[in-house]
């Protein structure tokens, strides 16, 4: 299993009453724009994603432009908030996704939350909040039967035949994607020593981050014993200097591209995205622990929700063979 080395992001369910031990030097006068630049410091602390802090904090801005940037906090309630979120999808005049108002109806609860819990409201405004019903749409994904066709073909071109030479990279790429469920960016950074082969039985990939920042998404995956002869047979053809896989990231789309294509599948849907699904998808049919399989993918629990639904529907179409939206 993936160890968890990630920090908690807190929905308003989840957060625990040890961080709320000191309040703020907040006041329910305090105006949105003071209480953005504590929760800024607070999301920080508590080890939230670069990338959700700067979404977090744009969607609080965004609701100080509707508001007023100076509106007092304490002066807001949940009526406030469903105009804003109605706002959002038929009064601004800008397109609003179903994965932005979502993570926007997050941002207000987190951010809400956090004050009540720290005593600077007495009540929380989002709690009530109208949850709409906006959903997006469920990934189209190989099939098991896909996935067995596109095997077949890279280990076909790892044997070679009179016309081609042996190449290993395309059953590496795609079986490492198939068990890890890594994205494109981690797979890039892999490098020889991010592999433990110390138990020959039990190998495990550790994930890397340079930046220090994303070190809360390291994590270790198991491997399948017999990927290491994959490995080693590709090292052997292409002796990379430094990262394992030694080309472009583009260089690698357009492999699993050519995969697809030979074993005749619709173009795209041998992709890095969708075998990330692909993979998540065994280990739920396995039945995996969801949070062995959220730790896996490196996803915090607030990004876990949207992938955890969209497993349960996937799995649920695939049992009725009715498509799920």
Known sequence: MADNKQPQLFSNSELPTEQTGSQ????????IQAALGLFENHMRDEGFALNTRKAFASDIRLLGKYLGIGQPIGEIGTKNLNDYLDWLQNGRGVPCSAKS?????????????????????????????IQRSVKSPLPTLPTETDLEKATAVTRDVMQGS???????????????????GIKKGEAMAIVPNHIDRSDPDKPILFIRYANP????????????????????????????????FTCTPRNLEYILRDVGDEAGLERGLLSFENLRWCSALRDWRNNEEPDDIRQKLGLSKITWRDTKSKLEKLIQEEQTGVRGS
């Not at 009179?162 to 890890?180: C, I, S």
């Open 162 to 180: 009179a016309q081609q030479k042996p190449d290993a990279r395309p059953h590496l790429l795609l079986t490492l994607l198939l068990q890890t």
């Open 101 to 129: 108002y979502a993570r926007r109806v997050t941002t207000l609860k987190v951010f809400f939350s956090w004050l009540h819990e720290a005593g600077v409201l007495p009540n929380d405004p989002a709690a009530a909040v």
């Open 24 to 31: 703020p030097p907040l006041t329910a006068d305090a105006s």
């Open 213 to 244: 920042r994303l070190r809360y998404k390291e994590r270790k995956v198991d491997l399948a014993p017999e990927w290491l002869d994959v490995l080693d047979e590709y090292m052997a053809q292409y002796q990379p200097p430094d990262t394992i």
